[in-house]
């Protein structure tokens, strides 16, 4: 069964800043997805940034990027020049390449941007 | 497209209750899914469909029954509330091939409350 670990369950940083979450995993399989789900007070899941394990290259979104390492299991999430928006629980997921898309979450990190 | 929709927002249920969640999708999507997050634990899968008259169980399935009669609706029942499915529950759904096959839009998620 798969795995996905947030060892940071709050993280809080100036307006303008860069953060990076921290995202690990387990699993046996050598093709599947990756993802980092947004969540507002609002309560709505917003996908923000996706990565396929096949790919070398990291995804990047705008001021969204990640720092995928296969090797380590490891899926980073770095926002830079943070906005007020983007204060939001913030989660990881894992999905397998093949059969049923179904996602395994992480437990979260909640990001507070401060003014 | 009002994407995928949930209903109620809100609901507070007694002990041995029965009641079911709704979720519609206008987004012709073949794959629909149910997820439940509790704090602390993330989002985990209790059902999902691959389509019409397909579903299967996923990591948290006791006490809940699904079926899927049309693409766009994917219920949700409880067949006798316990404390325990507190929680706010999360509708899913996504393209099961193509290009963005594996980004799962969500609806706005229902409060469940058993007392």
């Known amino acids: 069964a798969q795995t996905v670990t947030q060892s940071q369950p709050e993280m809080s940083v100036q307006e303008a800043e860069t953060v990076t979450l921290s995202c690990t995993y387990d699993t046996s399989e050598s093709n599947y997805y990756l993802f980092w789900y947004k969540q507002p007070p609002s309560r709505q899941m917003i996908l923000v940034i996706r990565q396929e394990a096949y790919k070398q290259q990291n995804a990047t979104e705008n001021r969204f990027s990640v720092n995928f390492q296969k090797a380590a299991k490891s899926f980073s999430l770095k926002i830079s020049d943070s906005q007020l928006g983007d204060t939001a629980m913030y989660f990881c997921a894992f999905m397998k390449h093949q059969g049923a898309q179904k996602l395994v979450f992480g437990q979260g990190t909640r990001l507070t941007i401060n003014p | 497209n009002a994407g995928v929709t949930q209903t109620p927002k809100f609901q507070v249920l007694k002990t041995g209750q029965s009641m079911t969640l709704q979720c519609a999708q206008d987004m012709n999507h073949e794959y629909m899914s149910w997820y439940r997050q509790d704090p602390g634990m993330g989002l985990r899968l209790i059902h999902y469909?691959?389509?019409?008259?397909?579903?299967d169980q996923g990591e948290v399935p006791n006490g809940y029954n699904v079926s899927r009669s049309t693409t766009e609706d994917f219920p949700l029942r409880l067949l006798s509330a316990a404390p325990s499915q507190t929680s706010v529950y999360f509708c899913?759904?996504?393209?099961?091939?193509?290009?963005?096959?594996?980004?799962?839009?969500f609806g706005p998620g229902t409060r469940l409350t058993v007392l």
């Open positions: 469909s691959v389509g019409a008259g397909i579903t």
């Open positions: 899913a759904s996504s393209h099961a091939s193509g290009v963005s096959y594996n980004e799962q839009f």
